[in-house]
C-alpha cells in the first residue's frame, strides 16, 4: 500500500508541463473562442495547446528568429517549422515542448515577446481537418492562426474621427484603406498594443463605432 501510495505521489510532482523547466511560470488565460459576425459571437473552436505564432518584422533576418526559437527550452527543438509573410511581418507556427494548459501557454506568450525581435505572440486554434477552401485534403495535421492584423468598416468613410480616436486608444494603426470599398480599413497591432489582433477585433466591434469588424484567420498546415 505505501509503495502504490508513492508511486501515485511521484507521478503527480513529477509528470511533466509544457516546460519541465519552468511548469512553475503561468499567467491567466487570455485566450478570446470567438469574434463578432453578423452581431454575434461566433466561435472559432479550441485553443492549441501545441503551437504558438510568432510574428518578427521582416527586416529580422532568418538567423536572428532561428538564434530566438533555439534559445527558449519551451519550443520543440525538433520540429521543423515553416515561415510565412505579409508586407511588414513574418509569421512563425512553432511547437510547444508539451502540450500545455491556456494558462502555461500565456507565460509563454509575454515571454516570447520579451525579446526585442518578436512583435507578437499569438495563440493557435485547433482544426478538425485539413481542408482547403474548396475542400481537398491539404495535410495530415493543421491548426488555425490569426495574424497581426484585422478588417473594420467604419460607418462613415468621410468622418474618421471615430477611427482615429479609437486607434490612439489602443496604439494601433491603419495598415490600409480598401481600394474598392472606401469604408474598410486593415489594422495593425503588435506586443505593444492594447491586445493581440482578434482581442482587438472585438474591441473594435464592441465599442459600437463599427459596422463591422472580422480578425485575419487563415489556416496553417503543420504536416
Known amino acids: 500500500m505505501k509503495k502504490l501510495l508513492f508511486l501515485i505521489l511521484f507521478a503527480f510532482f513529477f509528470t511533466p508541463s509544457c516546460d519541465e523547466k ?16 453578423n452581431d454575434e459571437p461566433y466561435s472559432i473552436g479550441a485553443m492549441s495547446g501545441d503551437y504558438i505564432l510568432l510574428g518578427v518584422k521582416s527586416v529580422n533576418t532568418i538567423e536572428l528568429i532561428e538564434e530566438f ?40 506568450l509575454e515571454d516570447a515577446k520579451e525579446n526585442s525581435i518578436v512583435s507578437s505572440a499569438n495563440y493557435t486554434i485547433e482544426s478538425a481537418d485539413c481542408d482547403n477552401p ?46 474598392f470599398m472606401d469604408n474598410w480599413f486593415s489594422i495593425y497591432t503588435d506586443k ?3 491586445g493581440d489582433a482578434l482581442q482587438m477585433a472585438n474591441y473594435f466591434y464592441e465599442t459600437g463605432l463599427f459596422d463591422a469588424s472580422e480578425p485575419d484567420i487563415f489556416q496553417i498546415v503543420i504536416e
Open 192 to 194: 505593444d498594443s492594447r
Open 22 to 37: 519552468e511548469s512553475s511560470n503561468v499567467l491567466p488565460c487570455t485566450f478570446v473562442d470567438y469574434w463578432y459576425y
Open 69 to 108: 526559437i533555439a534559445s527558449k527550452t519551451y519550443f520543440d527543438q525538433s520540429f521543423k517549422y515553416k515561415v510565412y509573410e505579409d508586407s511588414l511581418y513574418r509569421y512563425i507556427v512553432v511547437k510547444l515542448y508539451k502540450t500545455c494548459m491556456c494558462e502555461e501557454i500565456a507565460w509563454i
Open 134 to 179: 474548396i475542400f481537398e485534403k491539404a495535410g495530415e495535421e493543421c491548426v488555425y492562426a490569426y495574424s497581426n492584423f484585422f478588417h473594420i468598416r467604419v460607418k462613415d468613410p468621410s468622418d474618421l474621427s471615430d477611427l482615429n480616436h479609437t486607434l490612439s486608444e489602443t496604439n494601433t494603426w491603419i495598415k490600409e484603406q480598401n481600394d
